[in-house]
């Protein structure tokens, strides 16, 4: 393995620490592209680094970053976006097995899990999808993926070709995984006991007369019997080292002797001992090390974007745009509940003290006499900076949409008060009245609320929300202008906008806000919804595009919302993308999604700003349909709970193949977790009620009744159907998020036990697909084990 360490920090360097950084390694890149460039011409040069990502926000975001670096340098690049194994390994067998003009190769956000030294050697899987895949001699693989935990094979095992595999560490390998590396360093070359036995057994054989009792101390203790369990492809022996070792000494024996007169007729031959074998005891320690690594289940480490963005820093090259890049990454794993807010908010504070280098504040400027001191207001049209939010609200989409809507689509409040219900509706506006907001300044889109009101709505609801459970409203975020062409977008509404062009922004029929005036007498302006319960229900007029009516969603309808692409853009982008992603007309729609965030994220073209900014629409039409598909399970009593989780299906409904997609349902399996926490723990508390109620009732005193903690809230496993192939799409989630997700372990295990024809090919293991007619012995299956 060749570790790449992160940038040196003040922190004490770890066990494991290399002594290459990714700038080494990225200069490691360069230089191979030049002298590719020179030897082959700088046209066979042109497919020499190709970058595989995973078809994600921070994927996207490191892969803009990266590209960046690459074209300031001059290196030609590929982009190939890649949603599976099955798709790596069509990649793997097109594009890299055989290509001599290949030099680098990148995973971006892929390959952690994958025991790659296995998996691109050829061979090794004789007869299997994998046969025959391989690495070119000159080519280097760089591995930066944010997924949890490393295959250790990555990382430890001996292999030539480790030589060649650069693993791209954010601290986690060099601080902690030193236990773990020596456990798998002596297991790797501990003899299995049978092999053991026929070396003693020829040794014993050769000086039998000689050591006699000795041989009592070769034979295996019956503690070692353990070493037969470990898999084949872990017995391996130091052959190598061990044969020139006796040979070298044999032959200076011989040598002795010849000048030497003869020994003694009785004289013992010299034993050349091997070193000790390890005990059984620490061998077994060994084992549970590793076993204990493996249980604990998969989850996130930093940001890939952000390890990007490490790199541009080292190297000197750190700019508004690859900061703006690694903010959207970090946000895009918190909004996901992929990393806990305490690591979300020490890598934020670190980014604000760049963004106030990079952005100092214009005191006084134009954009405060505008607003009234609301941050993020152009200056002049090439005004592209990003601003510091120390308050941001956790509502949906709320710049962009009602207040009403903002908070009644957003998964933190609809836990806290049931929005589904009546009397949450009824609490919701309860909340507003206290603030001081009427219902018609509530359901104004956000731009056209009063003044006063916006200034002062942050404090407004820190002071009041808490009476509500609602007291983590805030966190610390950012806010980037364009200019001119477009209002100032925060990270929060970019990543929800990002998201959705992945999800949906080609293959999926779904309706959205057609742009139209918004007034007071219509709930939430766009749509001629009224009141967020309309919304969810998807009740009002539609009629007139003069109010703002329904459209299907088309991206290029979107494209042509605001000011229209000139030739030369349009050339250039059609040009970028052939180039980058080698795209036919045949390509899936995952890849055409892929590629419409990444254009998105040009923030020198106007048309991908307008995109972007059209994405907003898109993106509150699935929170829509997901808030939409949530309450209706609810109220149906689709959620069914088993001993050790919750489980839930989708089998029918207008916006089903939206929920085939894995990022959709796995947002829906979000919004239930959180909305049933607070069920579970409100039936808690009316249950102690009861009990004291009865207590009063027989003239007891009800305080003896201690509150009683509510039951921890269960994981949850939700299942969508795709009608096209006949299989469910399940996904398993965790209720914390400091928690490891151990349901992939759990889905192969069930899959194995039952016989259920399942497929996983995911990236995130807690995602599979069953057969259709699998699923009920597939979740019994689950239930059994759990």
Known sequence: MVL??????????????????????????????????????????????????????????????????LREDEIAYR???????????????DDVTGNEELHTLIFLNLGALLPLPSFLSAGQYSGGPEAGLSLPPQCTLHVIDSHRPWNLENLFATSELLSRICIWDDGAIEQHLSREHEAY?????????????????????????????DADDLLPSDDDEDGEQRPAQRKRRRLASGSSHTADEDEDEDAEASSSEAPPRGRRRRKVRKPARTSAAVLAQYRAVLARYHARGSGYGLPVSLVVWQLADRLGRASNETVWLGILGLTSLYLASRTSYDTYEEHAKLLAEIVRELNPVQEGGLHSRRDGGLPGKAADADDGRIRVIAQELRFTLYRHWSLENAMYHSAYVAGKISIWKEKGMGQLRGLMAKMGM??????????????????????????????????????????????????????????????????????????????????????????????????????????????????????????????????????????????SSGATNNETDWVRNF???????????????????????????????????????????????????RVSSITEGPDLVLFTNPNTLTRLALWLVEALRDIVAGHARKALERKRERLRA???????????????????????????????????????VLQRNRWGMAFQEAAAKCGARTKHDAFDSSVIEVKREDLSKFIEALHLRA
């Open 698 to 736: 027989k003239g007891q005193d009800p305080s003896v009744l201690e509150a009683i903690a509510p039951p921890p809230p269960l994981p949850f496993v939700l299942a969508a159907l795709d009608e096209s192939r006949d299989r469910f799409v399940v996904v398993g989630l965790v209720t914390e």
């Open 185 to 213: 360093s002596r297991l790797e070359f501990e003899v299995s006991d049978s092999e053991s036995d026929s070396d003693r057994g020829s040794e014993s054989e050769d000086e039998e007369s000689d050591e006699g009792d």
């Open 595 to 645: 590629f419409a965030a990444y254009n998105a994220l040009d923030a020198r073209k106007p048309a991908s700003v307008s995109l972007l900014r059209s994405s907003l629409s898109l993106s509150k039409a699935l929170h829509r349909a997901i808030v939409s598909q949530g309450v209706a399970l609810i109220e149906k009593s689709a959620v069914k709970t088993l001993r050790s989780f």
């Open 79 to 93: 982009v190939v976006p890649c949603d599976g194994y099955a798709t790596l390994t069509r990649i793997l067998s």
């Open 438 to 579: 009427s219902l018609t300044q509530c359901r104004q889109t956000f731009d056209h609320m009063d003044l006063d009101l916006r200034q002062k709505l942050v404090p407004r609801i820190q002071s009041i929300a808490p009476e509500y459970g609602l007291t983590e409203c805030v966190y610390l975020s950012f806010l980037r202008s364009f200019g001119y062409q477009s209002s100032p977008l925060s990270a929060a509404d970019t990543v929800e906008g990002l998201s959705a062009l992945l999800t949906a922004a080609h293959g999926v029929r779904i309706k959205v806000d057609a742009p139209g005036m918004t007034f007071s007498g219509n709930g939430v302006g766009a749509g001629g919804q009224r009141g967020a319960y309309g919304a969810a229900t998807g009740a009002g007029s539609t009629a007139s595009d003069l109010f703002g009516g329904k459209k299907t969603w088309s991206l290029g309808a979107a494209m042509d919302t605001s000011k229209q692409r000139t030739a030369e853009d349009a050339e250039e982008g059609e040009r970028e993308n052939a180039e």
């Open 4 to 69: 790449i360490s992160a940038p040196a920090t003040q922190e004490a360097p770890g066990p494991l620490r290399s002594d290459r950084d990714v700038g080494h390694a990225y200069e490691g890149i360069v230089a191979a592209a030049r002298r590719s460039a020179g030897i082959t011409g700088a046209a066979a040069a042109a497919a020499a680094v190709m970058i595989v990502v995973a078809p994600d926000v921070d994927g996207v975001c490191a892969a803009r970053a990266l590209v960046a670096l």
